[in-house]
């Protein structure tokens, strides 16, 4: 299906782009800290979001556990945390950190005093690495239950589904390139016998126009039609 193509081409996009902060280790590592309860797609436009930030992917594996365990205990979803850590620590916001339950207190006393918006990037990721370390000892072992299969069922479809997808990418790019084709053709068939329509000069090149034209718009109903 298409949906399946549009997550294929995603997922080529982030395989792209995360080459220039990771390698095939580090993304097995996220999928293991998130315990495949995130496809392979967000986490990987997560990283790339939080490399660009200047966050080290080191730094993601504790970042993602912490985040997955806070998602199970407040019921919210994992990705939206994993999401909330990688933008709290880049723009510095103790408003989106609080949604894992940071606050700006804490934040402040592990910058040694400075507000998270005067440190720098590297500062604030130790920062929120240390308090995620520190309540993640506090959490115990994480619980599998019926809620966390389905999750990573989930995750394993939309894989499934990227995964797919890619491989059916340029097939579906040539059909649609040639279903613009003849859309193109079509409106420039049916402009010509406009014009020839209007300028009174049907005859034989009339009928050749008129023919084309019908021949168009056949192929453009059975392709509406499929």
Not at 12 to 27: S, V
Not at 139 to 144: E, K, L, S, V, Y
Request: aromatic share 6%.
């Amino acid at each position: 299906t298409m949906e399946a193509v549009k997550l294929g081409d995603q997922l080529t996009a982030a395989e792209q782009g995360f080459q220039r902060f990771g390698e095939a280790a580090d993304l097995d590592a996220l999928r293991k800290s998130t315990r495949g309860m995130v496809s392979d797609v967000q986490l990987l436009q997560q990283a790339i979001q939080a490399g660009n930030f200047g966050i080290p992917i080191e730094e993601l594996g504790n970042l993602f556990a912490f985040a997955q365990q806070r998602a199970k205990e407040t019921g919210q979803e994992v990705d939206y945390l994993t999401q909330s850590i990688v933008t709290g620590i880049g723009r510095k916001s103790p408003l989106i950190l609080d949604n894992l339950g940071i606050s700006a207190v804490q934040l402040r006393e592990k910058l040694g005093g400075v507000s998270a918006e005067a440190a720098n990037i590297a500062d604030v990721t130790r920062a929120v690495g240390q308090i995620a370390t520190e309540e993640l000892a506090k959490m115990g072992a994480p619980i599998d239950d019926a809620t966390t299969k389905t999750k990573q069922l989930n995750a394993n479809w939309e894989n499934f589904q990227a995964n797919l997808g890619k491989s059916l990418s340029p097939l579906a790019n040539g059909f649609v390139t040639l279903a613009n084709a003849i859309m193109q053709g079509g409106a420039a068939m049916n402009y010509m016998a406009q014009a020839a329509k209007s300028s009174n000069t049907y005859g034989a090149f009339g009928q050749v126009i008129s023919t084309n034209t019908k021949l168009v718009q056949n192929m453009n109903q059975a392709f509406n039609d499929n």
